[in-house]
C-alpha cells in the first residue's frame, strides 16, 4: 500500500503541484484548504504523515498543529512555510513538528519536502520499532519478576513444610529417647536428634528470609548454640561471630558440623561432670571463614573415647569436604580445640 499524505495548504495551485508531485513519487495524497478541514481529515482517517502550511486563514499552522497534536496516535507532521523566519520553524520544533521546509520558488522545494517526509517516517518507524521493543522487554521483565515472586512464596512454603515435618521428627525422637531404657541407645537417639535440629532450624530461617538462596550464617549458628544448649539443661555455650553470608546448602553443613563439634565436647572435654567452658567463634579471612569449637577440659574431645562410634568424626571429615574445609584439631591438658576453614565462594 503507498504512503499516505495529507497535506495541507491554502494555495490551491501548490497544493496540486505538491499532490501531482508525491503522487509520481508513489504516495497517496489527500488535501485541505485550511487547518479546520485538516483536523477533520486527520481525526477521521490514517495518514502516514502530515505537512502544514503556516500562513492560512481562519487560524494558521501553529494553531493547527498543537490541535493535531492533541488527536490520538498521530503521524510526523512536517511544518511548511513561505517565511524565513527561525522562530517560525523554532515555535513549530517546539510544538511538535518533525521537521520544517522553506517554501521557495525554485524546485528544491520539492525535493525537500519529500526529503522530510521520507526522513521523517523512517524516523516514526524506528521510534514505534524502540517504543515496541521496549514495552516488550518491560513485559518480559515484569513476567519474570511475577515468576520470580512466585517461586519465592512458593520456595518459602516449601521451607516452612520442611521445618515443621523435621521438627516432627525431632519430637519423635524425643519421645523414643524417653522410651529406651539403654543409655547408648539414648544418646544416639539424642546425637540424631540435634543433627535433624540443625537442618530444621535452616528450613526455619529461610521460610521467614526474602532471599532463600543464602543465609546469615552468624544469626543460623547463634540460634543452634542455643537450642543446643537448651537441649542440655541451659549449659551455657559461649558464641562469637562476624557477620558472615553463605550459601544455603553450606549453612546446613556447617550447622551440621557444629552440633557434633558441641556435641562431643559437652560428651567428653570434661568427664568428672563439671560445666567448664565451651566456646564456639566464627571468623571471616580474606575469602574463607572459620568455624572453631574450643573447650578447657582434658583434651580428649578429638579422640573417640572407648565407648564411641567415631561416627561424628566421620560426619565432620565428610561434610567439611563438601564445603571446601580444612579441618585442624588440637588436644592437651589445656583443652581441644577443632576449627575448619570454609570457602565462602
Do not use: W
Request: charge should be negative; glycine fraction near 8%.
Amino acid at each position: 500500500m503507498p504512503r499516505r499524505i495529507l497535506y495541507i495548504d491554502d494555495e490551491p495551485g501548490l497544493r496540486r503541484l505538491v499532490q501531482r508531485d508525491l503522487e509520481r513519487h508513489g504516495y497517496a495524497v489527500v488535501t485541505a484548504a485550511d487547518g479546520l478541514a485538516g483536523l477533520a481529515l486527520a481525526a477521521a482517517e490514517a495518514f502516514d504523515a502530515i505537512c502544514l502550511d503556516h500562513y492560512m486563514p481562519g487560524q494558521d499552522g501553529l494553531d493547527t498543529l498543537t490541535q493535531l497534536r492533541a488527536l490520538p496516535a498521530q503521524p510526523p507532521i512536517i511544518y511548511v512555510t513561505g517565511s524565513d523566519e527561525g522562530r517560525i520553524a523554532i515555535a513549530a520544533l517546539r510544538a511538535g513538528a518533525a521537521d520544517y521546509v522553506i517554501k521557495e520558488a525554485g524546485g528544491d522545494f520539492l525535493l525537500l519536502l519529500r526529503t522530510a517526509i521520507e526522513s521523517a517516517i523512517e524516523r516514526e518507524a524506528l521510534k514505534r520499532a524502540h517504543d515496541a521493543a521496549e514495552a516488550a522487554v518491560r513485559e518480559a521483565r515484569d513476567r519474570a519478576e511475577e515468576l520470580a515472586n512466585q517461586r519465592a512464596v512458593l520456595l518459602r512454603e516449601v521451607n516452612h513444610r520442611v521445618a515443621n515435618s523435621l521438627q516432627l521428627i525431632a519430637s519423635l525422637t524425643r519421645l523414643q529417647e524417653g522410651a529406651v531404657q539403654d543409655p547408648a541407645a539414648r544418646e544416639v537417639l539424642a546425637a540424631m536428634r540435634n543433627r535433624i535440629a540443625a537442618v530444621a532450624q535452616v528450613h526455619r530461617r529461610l521460610y521467614t528470609s526474602d532471599d532463600v538462596r543464602s543465609v546469615a550464617l552468624h544469626d543460623y549458628l547463634a540460634g543452634l548454640v542455643e537450642e543446643i544448649a537448651r537441649s542440655v539443661g541451659g549449659r551455657p555455650i559461649g558464641f562469637e561471630a562476624v557477620p558472615i553470608e553463605v550459601p544455603t546448602d553450606r549453612a546446613v553443613s556447617l550447622g551440621v558440623i557444629l552440633t557434633e563439634l558441641v556435641t562431643n565436647a559437652l560428651k567428653y572435654a570434661y568427664p568428672a561432670g563439671e560445666d567448664g567452658p565451651i566456646t564456639v567463634r566464627l571468623e571471616r579471612q580474606d575469602e574463607h571463614g572459620l568455624l572453631a569449637v574450643q573447650d578447657r577440659g582434658v583434651g580428649a574431645a578429638a579422640t573417640p573415647s572407648a565407648t564411641g562410634t567415631g561416627l561424628g568424626r566421620r560426619i565432620v571429615e565428610s561434610l567439611s569436604h563438601s564445603v571446601g574445609g580444612l579441618v585442624t584439631q588440637t588436644a592437651g591438658p589445656g583443652g581441644t580445640a577443632v576449627s575448619i576453614r570454609f570457602s565462602l565462594a
